[in-house]
Nanobody, 123 residues
Framework: VQLQASGGGLVQAGGSLRLSCAIS????????MAWFRQAPGKEREFVAA????????YYADSVKGRFTISKDNAKNTVYLQMNKLKPEDTAVYSC?????????????????WGQGTLVTVSS
């Protein structure tokens, strides 16, 4: 399984960005997927996760109500729509895949990782 994240960039506070994670090597229909982020000097943290069928989602409290994770199985792609961005959302965002299809919040539960995409939110 290979994951390719894209969509990061520079945005002003209050703005929006949509991140994409293109999946190859396996159907997204069988994968639980998640987004994590790591800010400079900080540990990686969980952002959002979605189950294999898209029926369940889970968000970190810090992004709940502002971010939305979704899957387009026809395109084998997972998205993270980020609205009302704050400077504290600045980080490298990475997507991860769990072949068990479960909805998990810990990084060690994910077997596959994409390279990160940088999101910078200016105040």
């Amino acid at each position: 399984v290979q994951l390719q994240a894209s969509g990061g960039g520079l945005v002003q506070a209050g703005g929006s960005l949509r991140l994409s994670c293109a999946i190859s090597g396996r159907s997204s229909r069988t994968l639980g997927m998640a987004w994590f982020r790591q800010a400079p000097g900080k540990e990686r943290e969980f952002v959002a996760a979605i189950s294999w069928n898209g029926g369940s989602t889970y968000y970190a409290d810090s992004v709940k109500g502002r971010f939305t994770i979704s899957k387009d199985n026809a395109k084998n792609t997972v998205y993270l729509q980020m609205n009302k961005l704050k400077p504290e959302d600045t980080a490298v965002y990475s997507c991860a895949a769990d072949p068990s299809g479960s909805l998990n919040t810990h990084g060690y539960e994910y077997d596959y990782w994409g390279q990160g995409t940088l999101v910078t939110v200016s105040s």
